[in-house]
């Protein structure tokens, strides 16, 4: 019993060492890496946009009939009969 308390213990102690040694190895980035992860995180943001709003299109697409799309405005279909 006392084993599998020290062991408990020793894991817990080994964690903690290994977490320091980690957060004392990071840097700040410079000025020069943070732009770049910057400009990789915006074109993400676009790129998923940019499929989002192709899946959306997609579906409503298939969702309408095809006589309805004849009243689109812009890039919104909307299912109204304006006659």
Same mark, same amino acid.
């Given at each position: 019993? @006392?084993?599998? !308390?020290?062991?408990? *213990? =020793?894991?817990?102690?080994?964690?903690?060492?290994?977490?320091?040694? *980690?957060?004392? $190895? #990071?840097?700040?980035?410079? $000025?020069?890496?943070?732009?770049? !992860? #910057?400009? @990789?995180?915006?074109?993400?943001?676009?790129?998923?946009? +940019?499929?989002?709003?192709?899946?959306?299109?997609?579906?409503?697409? $298939?969702?309408?009939?095809?006589?309805?799309?004849?009243? #689109?405005?812009? !890039?919104?279909?909307? +299912? !109204?009969?304006? =006659?």
């Amino acid at each position: 019993m @006392a084993d599998q !308390i020290t062991e408990f *213990f =020793d894991v817990q102690k080994d964690f903690v060492k290994d977490g320091t040694q *980690f957060i004392n $190895r #990071c840097t700040k980035p410079d $000025r020069n890496e943070y732009i770049k !992860i #910057c400009q @990789a995180v915006g074109v993400g943001f676009v790129v998923m946009g +940019a499929i989002g709003y192709l899946v959306k299109l997609s579906t409503n697409i $298939r969702a309408f009939p095809a006589g309805i799309h004849d009243s #689109c405005f812009s !890039i919104f279909c909307f +299912a !109204i009969d304006l =006659d």
